[in-house]
C-alpha cells in the first residue's frame, strides 16, 4: 500500500515540498540547539517547560481524539464512521510521532533518552507515559495497517485485531490520563494541582481531535475526491460540540474555584493569564492577548456549531468553526496550562516565557513532520478507498 | 554509647570514601568530646568495613541529615551568608552567569516574604523583612522531585537521608524542577564549564543538558569534613548541620531548645532545613 505515496498530482508533491521545506529549517534548528544546549530557547530556570512540552501535551490530546471514531464504530456499531475511522487512527500515529519529537527536542541529552527504559522507575508518571504513548502508536499502526489491508483485499478484518482495536479504547483515554497526572500530582505547583486536569484534558482532546477530523474530510473532499458522508460528518459536530461545552465548563469550575476561595495559590495563575499579574509595580500579561483570543473562539465556534445552518448546510462555516475550536483549545492547553503553571515560581517570583526564533523554527519543524506523516498516510487511506470504489 | 557510635559510623558509611575521614565526623554527631575520645580506633575500623560494603547495623530510624540556619545570627552578621555561598561556589564549581535565565543555585539569598511563601509576611519584624534569608535544597524526607524522576538520576542516600543527584544519568528532561515545590533545582542551559570562575578539582563540573542543585556536600562528608557553608560560619551557630534523628546531636539539642519553621511543611514534604527566626 506504501507505493500510493508515490503517485499524486503536482498539488499533492507541492504541499509535501512545502512540509518538507519546514522540516529542513526544524532540523537546522535543532542541530544548533543539540550544539549549543537548551539554552537556545526561550526557557529558564523558573519556567523550565515551554513550548515543546506544551505542545507535547495538547497533541496527546489531539492523537487520544481518534477514539471518538474508534469508539462509536466498533463499540456501538455505528456505521457512519466506517469510512473515517481509519483517518481517526492515523491521525493517532502522526500526533504521536510530533509527541515522541516533542520530548526528544526538549530532553537536555537526548542521547541518554534510553535511560528511561534502562532504569525503569515506577513511581514516575513519566515511566508510564513512556508506555502508553508507545503502545497507543503501535496500537494505532497495527489495527490501522491490518484493517486496511482486509478493507483492500475487500474481506473481513481477521478476527484477533479486535482484541487490539478494543485494547487501543483505554489506551487512548489512558495516554492523556497519564500526561494529565504528569502535572496534577506535583505538590507546590496549585495551578496544576487539581483533580479536574485529567477529565478536562480528555474533553479538550474529545473536541480538538474530531476537529481535526473534519477540517482534513472537508479538505479531502476537495482535493482529493473523498466523501466521508453527511451522517459521519453531523455525529462528529455533536461530539465535538459536547466535549467542547464540558471543557468549558472543566475550566469555568476551575475559575469559581481559585476566585471564591480566594486562595491566592489558586488564583494567581489564573489571573496571570486572564488579567496580567502585577508583581512589584510591574503588571506581567504576555498571555493575556492569546487567552482573550482563545475565549472568543471558543464561545464563538460553539455559537456556529449550535447555528444548524452552518453546521450542516455550509462546509465553510463548518470548517471555520472547527478551527476556530481547534485554536482556541490550543491556546488553553497547546500555550497557557503549561506556562501558567509557573507563574509565579516556587518563591513568589515572575519570569515570563517568550520563545526563541529557533526554537518556533524546531516547534514549526515538528508540526510539519507530522502533517507529513499524516498526509501520506491519509494518501493511502484515500488511495485504497478509491480502489474499492472502483 | 555503642548507639552513638553506630550513628556517626553509618555516616560514614554512607558517605561512602570511607576510612579516610571518619575521625572528623564524630564532629557531626553528639557529644564531641565523648565521641573523640573513646572512638577513634573503632570508628576508622567500622567505616572502613561499611565502605567494603560490609552490612551496618540500622539503627531505628537511621542517620536523617539535616540543617538549622539561625537567621538571627545572620541578620546580625550578613557577611556570613554571602561567605557561605561564596565557599558553596568555589566548591562545587557553580558556574556565575550574568542572566537570570541561566542561572545556577545551589544556596542563594532572598527575602522572607519569598523564602517563606505560605507565612503571612504582614507586619513583618523589621530585622526579618529587612535580611535576606539562605535559600537551598531542603534535603526532604519525602522529596517530590525524586518521585517524579525517570531515571533514579536524583535520588534519596538511604543511609543518611540526602537527596542526590547522579549527573551521568539524568537525562534533562527537568521533571523534578517542575516538581520541587522550593525552586531548588537548577538545569544546565548552556556549557556551564567557561563560567566557573574558580575550578575546583576535586568536585566534577558538570555539562550541559543535566539539572542539579545541592547536594549537602556529600562528597565533603566522605572526607570526614563539614558542609561548606557549615565550614563558612564556623564558631558563630548560623548554620548547624547534624543527624537529625540522633537525640544527643547538636543539632537536635538546638531543635529541642529553640523554635523554628520550615518551608512549605503543608506539603508534605518533610524538609531537614530549619530556619530560628
Known amino acids: 500500500m506504501i507505493e500510493k505515496t508515490l503517485k499524486g498530482k503536482p498539488a499533492y508533491w507541492i504541499w509535501l515540498a512545502f512540509l518538507g521545506m519546514f522540516m529542513a529549517v526544524g532540523v537546522a534548528c535543532y542541530a544548533r540547539q543539540y550544539l549549543f544546549g537548551l539554552g537556545m530557547t526561550g526557557m529558564s530556570r523558573d519556567v523550565s517547560w515551554g513550548l515543546y512540552i506544551s505542545q507535547f501535551t495538547f497533541l496527546v490530546g489531539v492523537a487520544a481524539g481518534g477514539v471518538m471514531l474508534v469508539l462509536p464504530y466498533y463499540v456501538h456499531d455505528f456505521k457512519a464512521f466506517g469510512k473515517i475511522t481509519i483517518l481517526g487512527e492515523f491521525l493517532a500515529i502522526g500526533a504521536i510521532t510530533m509527541c515522541l519529537l516533542f520530548i526528544m527536542a526538549d530532553l537536555g541529552q537526548p542521547t541518554r533518552a534510553l535511560n528511561v527504559v534502562f532504569h525503569p522507575t515506577p513511581h514516575s508518571m513519566l515511566f508510564y507515559d513512556m508506555i502508553v504513548l508507545n503502545g497507543y502508536l503501535f496500537l494505532n499502526i497495527l489495527c490501522g495497517w491490518v484493517i486496511l489491508t482486509a478493507e483492500r483485499k475487500q474481506v473481513h478484518p481477521p478476527k484477533w485485531i479486535y482484541f487490539f482495536v478494543y485494547l487501543s479504547i483505554p489506551f487512548a483515554v489512558s495516554i492523556h490520563t497519564v500526561t494529565a497526572m504528569l502535572y496534577c500530582g506535583l505538590p507546590g505547583r496549585h495551578f496544576w494541582l487539581s483533580a479536574i486536569i485529567a477529565p478536562r484534558f480528555l474533553a479538550s482532546a474529545f473536541a480538538a481531535g474530531p476537529a481535526l477530523i473534519i477540517i482534513a474530510c472537508l479538505i479531502l473532499k476537495r482535493v482529493a475526491n473523498f466523501d466521508a458522508g453527511k451522517k459521519a460528518m453531523d455525529k462528529l459536530v455533536t461530539i465535538i460540540m459536547y466535549a467542547a461545552l464540558l471543557n468549558t465548563f472543566f475550566v469555568f469550575l476551575e475559575v469559581f474555584v481559585g476566585y471564591y476561595s480566594n486562595i491566592p495559590g489558586h488564583k494567581h495563575s489564573i489571573e496571570y493569564l486572564f488579567f496580567g499579574l502585577e508583581h512589584h509595580g510591574h503588571v506581567y500579561n504576555n498571555l493575556v492577548p492569546f487567552m482573550w483570543t482563545s475565549v472568543v473562539l471558543n464561545f464563538g465556534a460553539l455559537g456556529l456549531f449550535a447555528w444548524p445552518y452552518a453546521r450542516k448546510k455550509n462546509e465553510f462555516l463548518l470548517g471555520l468553526s472547527c478551527v476556530m475550536i481547534f485554536i482556541a483549545l490550543w491556546i488553553d492547553k497547546g500555550l497557557g496550562f503549561v506556562f501558567a503553571g509557573f507563574v509565579p515560581n516556587p518563591l513568589d517570583e515572575i519570569t515570563e516565557y517568550i520563545p526563541t526564533a529557533n526554537e518556533l523554527g524546531i516547534t514549526l519543524g515538528i508540526w510539519a513532520t507530522g502533517f507529513f506523516v499524516v498526509t501520506l498516510l491519509y494518501k493511502i487511506a484515500v488511495g485504497v478507498e478509491h480502489e474499492i470504489e472502483e | ?277
Open chain 2, 1 to 277: 554509647m555503642d548507639k552513638q557510635r553506630r550513628k556517626f559510623l553509618k555516616i560514614a558509611g554512607a558517605t561512602a570514601l570511607a576510612g579516610i575521614g571518619a575521625p572528623a565526623l564524630v564532629r557531626l554527631s553528639a557529644s564531641n568530646a565523648l565521641a573523640s575520645e573513646h572512638e577513634h580506633g573503632a570508628a576508622e575500623g567500622h567505616a572502613a568495613e561499611a565502605a567494603h560494603g560490609a552490612p551496618v547495623e540500622e539503627a531505628p530510624q537511621g542517620v536523617r541529615l539535616g540543617m538549622v540556619i539561625d537567621m538571627r545570627k545572620i541578620s546580625e552578621q550578613p557577611e556570613l551568608l554571602d561567605g557561605a555561598i561564596a565557599a558553596c561556589i568555589d566548591a562545587h564549581n557553580i558556574p556565575q552567569f550574568d542572566n537570570r535565565k541561566s542561572e545556577i543555585k545551589w544556596i542563594w539569598k532572598a527575602p522572607f516574604e519569598n523564602v517563606f511563601t505560605g507565612e503571612s509576611s504582614y507586619h513583618l519584624a523589621k530585622t526579618v523583612k529587612e535580611t535576606d534569608f539562605a535559600v537551598l535544597c531542603n534535603h526532604c524526607d519525602d522529596p517530590p522531585c525524586v518521585r517524579a524522576c525517570p531515571t533514579q538520576a536524583t535520588f534519596k542516600v538511604k543511609a543518611n537521608g540526602i537527596v542526590a543527584m547522579d549527573f551521568h544519568r539524568c537525562i534533562g528532561c527537568r521533571f523534578c524542577m517542575a516538581a520541587c515545590p522550593y525552586g531548588a533545582r537548577s538545569f544546565n542551559w548552556q556549557d556551564p564549564r567557561p563560567y566557573i570562575k574558580k575550578y575546583n578539582k576535586d568536585f566534577p563540573s558538570r555539562m550541559r543538558g543535566v539539572v542539579e542543585k545541592c547536594n549537602f556536600c556529600g562528597e565533603r562528608l566522605a572526607l570526614g569534613q563539614e558542609p561548606a557553608c557549615v565550614e563558612a560560619c564556623k564558631g558563630t551557630g548560623a548554620i548547624v548541620f547534624g543527624d537529625l534523628n540522633d537525640a544527643q546531636s547538636e543539632i537536635r539539642q538546638l531543635l529541642d531548645k529553640e523554635f523554628t519553621i520550615q518551608r512549605n511543611p503543608s506539603l508534605g514534604t518533610k524538609p531537614s532545613v530549619f530556619y530560628i527566626v
